[in-house]
């Protein structure tokens, strides 16, 4: 059964720093996504990772993965308030082996953004 | 281009009723996936619909069930409905589910209380 990890799943930090959320998962996908979700709205795509060592970036959020780790990262550079949001990532269930689950969330990573 | 449409936006029911949500995918989108979202267990894949058959199903029992009609809309039902049934369902469209690019888009779900 494919299970996937985020930590941590709180996060507090200033503007201006930067930190990295983590994205562990236990079987082999080749297919991983992160999503932000703001209070009471839907689920906004951010990014699909493919392949190994595949990086995307898109303004302050770079994301990674790594499939023979089985991890994926978020890193957000120079924080800023409106980042302020709940990310998840998702692994494609239906890609692993004998799986039947179309996508396989994170428990999510409340981050807050501080002045 | 329309989003994707979900009805109603809030539903209250009582024990034991049945209810059905509905989802309008992106024109175009021939893939539907349905996905429970609860603050302890976060969020589950129900199933998947893809021309109108059932493409994937997760781990929820039969009072739980969909279809999907030819112009790709999706219906769900859960029937004899149970306290901890209260969630935000949520469903998302992409255009085949399998496309290797391919990115999920969410709707902004039905929240459903069980009273």
């Known amino acids: 059964e494919l299970k996937v990890e985020q930590n941590p799943l709180f996060l507090s930090m200033q503007e201006g720093k930067n930190y990295t959320i983590y994205c562990n998962y236990s079987t082999t996908s080749d297919r991983l996504y992160w999503y932000r979700q703001d209070p009471g709205k839907s689920l906004e795509s951010l990014f699909v990772l493919l392949s190994n060592g595949a990086v995307k970036q898109e303004g302050r959020l770079m994301a990674s993965l790594d499939t023979k780790a089985r991890l994926s990262t978020l890193h957000i550079t120079a924080a800023v308030h409106d980042l302020s949001a709940t990310y998840f990532c998702?692994?494609?269930?239906?890609?692993?082996?004998?799986?039947?689950?179309?996508?396989?969330f994170g428990k999510g990573t409340k981050l807050t953004v501080n002045p | 281009k329309a989003g994707v449409t979900q009805t109603p936006r809030y539903l209250i029911k009582t024990r034991g009723q049945q209810v059905t949500l509905s989802c309008s995918p992106i024109?175009?989108?021939?893939?539907v996936s349905w996905y429970q979202q609860t603050p302890g267990q976060g969020l589950q894949f129900l199933f998947e619909?893809?021309?109108?058959?059932?493409?994937n199903k997760g781990n929820f029992p039969g009072r739980f069930s969909g279809r999907q009609f030819s112009n790709s809309r999706s219906e769900m039902n859960v029937s004899t409905l149970e306290l901890g049934d209260s969630a935000l369902y949520l469903c998302a469209s992409s255009l085949t589910g399998t496309g290797i690019y391919e990115k999920l888009f969410f709707g902004s779900g039905t929240q459903l209380s069980v009273l």
């Open positions: 619909y893809f021309s109108e058959t059932q493409r």
């Open positions: 024109s175009g989108h021939r893939s």
């Open positions: 998702a692994v494609d269930g239906s890609l692993t082996q004998g799986g039947s689950e179309k996508l396989v």
